[in-house]
Each structure stands twice: as C-alpha cells, then as structure tokens.
C-alpha cells in the first residue's frame, strides 16, 4: 500500500470536493492507494469519487490516535466481471 497522509482541514464541503478530486486523480494514476486525514469532509467525498469505478472496492476507517480521529480511504482493485 501506498498512503498519502496530510492534517490540512478545509472549511467547506467545496473546498474539500476540490481537493478530493485531485486526490482521486493520483489514486486512478495508481501513484498512490490510500488516503489520511483528519478532515471527514474530504475523506467523505473522495470516498464517493473512487466508488464509482468499478474495479475499485473501496474501503474506509476511523483511526482516534491522542484525541483526533483520523479518516482512512483506500482501494483494493477487483478484476471486471467478464
């Protein structure tokens, strides 16, 4: 697994998306599998990015560690039904 890990938390659900979305362009690109951040708001719509490829299975956590919980997506790539 290759995760990217960053503590940015945005204000808005739009600045999160923004961010998402280019965060979704690095796991197609397959540089990256997963994601970590204590910011629900982009974890929520990178989530809903990566779901609609159908070769992903995408898998979330929470993680608390010292009074922060910390949001974990990833993918897990599935051969398409033939």
Known sequence: MRWKEETIVFETFREADVWADALANEIYGRTINGYCTPDYKIACALTFYLALVPEFRV??????FEGITYYQ???KLVEPDQ
């Open 59 to 64: 898998q979330t956590a929470e993680i608390p």
């Open 73 to 75: 997506v990833w993918i």
